[in-house]
T-cell receptor, first 112, second 113 residues
Framework: SQTIHQWPATLVQPVGSPLSLECTVE??????LYWYRQAAGRGLQLLFY??????ISSEVPQNLSASRPQDRQFILSSKKLLLSDSGFYLC???????????FGSGTRLTVV | AQTVTQSQPEMSVQEAETVTLSCTYD???????LFWYKQPPSRQMILVIR??????QNATENRFSVNFQKAAKSFSLKISDSQLGDAAMYFC??????????FGKGTLLTVNP
């Protein structure tokens, strides 16, 4: 079966520390992968998406970056976190051509 | 750029009653997909229903149905026989040819017993 794993579920990090959030997909190949951020009480903002290994498109060029080292692995990173990076981060995948999106369970990031 | 507008920040409905959530979108494309997602307090995003723009027939999934008006660029969600478990944030979303899924700001639905 097709599943998506996202971790960690909760993270508290100090300002200026690095960040690495990981998302992996099982049971499919060549998915489109997405990172979204949801601020408290607001909608979802697309941060990055990838249609293949090494292919990253950025929607929000801030201090975040994304990488796709393997077909089913998508990583969200930061070298130095800001207070404004706090939020709920969701990974999603789409089997190419199906237009069906599945979301991970999310990571609640608090920068202190 | 495509935009999705949900004009109702909050809605409430009595249990067993029917409620309709509104969504409008702006696009110049003719082929696209529209979605309604539900986000309960757990914050897990759950797909409720999907509509292909090239299909004239409105999508239905059990108690959930949509009213898709392509010319008006309107995509409303109707929930029939509302249940307490339907209480959640509901997001309308658009997916065009550029791989991106664009969301509205959401409507918080409260179900009163």
């Amino acid at each position: 079966s097709q599943t998506i794993h996202q971790w960690p579920a909760t993270l508290v990090q100090p300002v200026g520390s690095p960040l690495s959030l990981e998302c992996t997909v099982e049971g499919t190949s060549n998915p489109n992968l997405y990172w979204y951020r949801q601020a408290a009480g607001r909608g979802l903002q697309l941060l990055f998406y990838s249609v293949g290994i090494g292919q990253i498109s950025s929607e929000v060029p801030q201090n975040l970056s994304a990488s796709r080292p393997q077909d089913r692995q998508f990583i969200l990173s930061s070298k130095k976190l800001l207070l404004s990076d706090s939020g709920f981060y969701l990974c999603a995948w789409e089997v190419t051509g199906t237009y069906g999106y599945t979301f991970g369970s999310g990571t609640r990031l608090t920068v202190v | 750029a495509q935009t999705v507008t949900q004009s109702q920040p909050e809605m409430s409905v009595q249990e067993a009653e029917t409620v309709t959530l509104s969504c409008t979108y702006d696009t110049s494309e003719s082929d696209y997909y529209l979605f309604w997602y539900k986000q309960p307090p757990s914050r897990q995003m759950i797909l409720v229903i999907r509509q292909e723009a090239y299909k004239q027939q409105n999508a239905t999934e059990n108690r959930f149905s949509v009213n898709f008006q392509k010319a008006a660029k309107s995509f409303s969600l109707k929930i029939s026989d509302s249940q307490l478990g339907d209480a959640a944030m509901y997001f309308c979303a658009y997916r065009g040819s550029n791989y991106k899924l664009t969301f509205g700001k959401g409507t918080l639905l409260t179900v009163n017993p």
